[in-house]
């Protein structure tokens, strides 16, 4: 299969919204439709920041649907799960509401070596009915996705991005310079050097917030205005750290959440972000210029 998506740009991962322990699908409508009006290039849906793991598998799917009703923008699906069978039993119950792409990080937990890793992806694109984005994100599946495994998996026709939370900016720099994977950064904190290497865009948990400023910033920099990057990101780096100096997606929905855009609510273990915290982090966003 060949390429059908362009990945440039900015990438929503879209929080999962709750209200009384359970999916509040008209704030995740509303939500959508006023990133979408921000400017974004898509959405990922039910990955880290939308609290995949803590969903039903019939929610997961509720949650897809709710997205696609309310853009007409490109959305990739969460899909991991610990074996291939278990990705592609999640794959084709999402398959009804025709995602542009599937996201797939290595199974958590087994830490396999760089053999299963590509036999495990290969299988999955192989079956897959839309392009694949790897994820590699050691900080939660306890396994590195390692260079030599993900210029492997870039021959594969289903193979297309990679969503990078590998903290390697040389690993990162060789994937951009080989050229057949999009690299999307995938810790917000890494974004301006990611772009500045050539990579495409971003999934940014931090653009939930200010999504104006964000997107202004990306623009600059994919069209080489360094200045204006520049610029906009010593302003965005403040509130980007603050985002992630508890565990996400509690900062993140703490600022959405006096926004009114949904309720400071997250499933369990997961809890929300402390009070300081939330208190400086309104600071930081009050502080921002006006218009992006």
């Known amino acids: 299969m060949s390429r059908t998506i362009d990945f ?19 704030a995740l409508a509303a939500l959508v439709r006023r990133l979408a009006a921000d400017g974004v290039a898509g959405f ?19 949650v897809l649907g709710t ?20 990705v592609l039993r999640r794959i084709d119950a999402a398959a009804r509401h025709a995602p542009a792409a599937f996201m797939v990080t290595a199974p958590p937990y087994l830490r396999p070596s760089q053999d299963a890793l ?8 192989d079956a897959a009915p839309a392009p694949l984005v790897v994820y590699d994100i ?31 900016v040389e690993q990162t720099e060789a994937l951009i310079a080989d ?11 890494e974004w ?17 917030v200010r999504t104006d400023l964000f997107v202004a910033f990306d623009a600059a920099l994919a069209r080489g205005d360094l200045a204006t990057g520049r610029t906009l990101w010593r302003q965005l780096k403040p509130l980007t750290a603050g985002l992630f100096e508890e565990p996400s997606p509690g900062p993140v929905k703490a600022l959405l959440a006096a926004r009114g855009e949904c309720a400071n609510e997250l499933r369990a273990p997961m809890t929300t972000a402390s009070t300081a915290l939330t208190e400086r982090l309104l600071t930081l966003v009050a502080c921002l210029p006006a218009n992006g």
Not at 118 to 125: D, G, K, N, S, V
Not at 179 to 189: E, P
């Open 44 to 62: 990922v849906v039910c990955a880290t920041t939308g609290e995949a793991p803590l969903l039903a598998d019939d929610e997961r799917v509720a």
């Open 192 to 208: 301006f050097s990611t772009r500045c290497l050539g990579g495409a865009g971003a999934i940014a948990a931090s653009a939930h």
């Open 138 to 168: 050691p900080a939660r599946t306890g396994v590195r996705i390692e260079l030599a495994t993900l210029l492997a998996l870039a021959a594969h026709t289903n193979v297309v991005a990679l969503k990078d939370c590998g903290g390697r």
């Open 8 to 26: 440039s740009g900015v990438w929503i991962p879209i929080v999962t919204p709750f209200r009384d322990r359970r999916v509040d699908h008209e």
């Open 179 to 189: 050229g057949r994977l999009q690299v999307l950064c995938g810790n917000d904190n």
């Open 118 to 125: 590509r036999a495990f992806f290969t299988t999955i694109a």
């Open 67 to 86: 997205v696609k009703a309310n853009t007409s923008l490109p959305l990739v699906m969460g899909a991991s799960g610990t074996t291939a069978d278990e």
